[in-house]
Nanobody
Framework: HVRLVESGGGSVQAGGSLILSCVAS????????MAWFRRVPGQGREGIAD???????DYAEPVKGRFTISLDNAKSTLYLQMNSLKPEDSGMYYC????????????????????WGQGTLVTVSS
C-alpha cells in the first residue's frame, strides 16, 4: 500500500512557475511507478506525466517542454516542476502510484495506477 500526500498548489499568473510535491509513504524504488494527473470540473482525469520504475518518463503533449517530473528516492517524494504556466493548466492535480513495469508508454492511463492522493489545486490566471 502507498499513501500519497500532495502539496505545492496555488494561484499564479500566466507565465509563472510552480513545483508540486507528493510524499509517497510505502513507495519502493524500482517497484512502483508514479504519475501526475489533472482534473477540471466536468471532465475526467487527464494524464500529465508519469515515471516508471526504470526511470522512463512520459509527458502529455500540451506540457512537453514546460513540465518536468522527477523522483527523489531518498525522500520518497515525487515532484512536478511546472514552468511557463497557462490558464489551461489550471485544475486539481493528483499524484498516483502503481506497480512498475506495466505502464502503456507513451500513454498516461489512470487505470494503470492503484493509489491516489487527495489532490492539490492549481489556478493560473491570465
Amino acid at each position: 500500500h502507498v499513501r500519497l500526500v500532495e502539496s505545492g498548489g496555488g494561484s499564479v499568473q500566466a507565465g509563472g512557475s510552480l513545483i508540486l510535491s507528493c510524499v509517497a509513504s510505502g513507495y519502493k524504488p524500482g517497484e512502483h511507478s508514479m504519475a501526475w494527473f489533472r482534473r477540471v470540473p466536468g471532465q475526467g482525469r487527464e494524464g500529465i506525466a508519469d515515471i516508471d520504475g526504470d526511470g522512463t518518463t512520459d509527458y502529455a503533449e500540451p506540457v512537453k517542454g514546460r513540465f518536468t517530473i522527477s523522483l527523489d528516492n531518498a525522500k520518497s517524494t515525487l515532484y512536478l516542476q511546472m514552468n511557463s504556466l497557462k490558464p489551461e493548466d489550471s485544475g486539481m492535480y493528483y499524484c498516483a502510484a502503481g506497480v512498475a513495469g506495466i505502464l502503456l508508454h507513451p500513454r498516461i492511463v489512470d487505470n494503470q495506477f492503484e493509489w491516489w492522493g487527495q489532490g492539490t489545486l492549481v489556478t493560473v490566471s491570465s
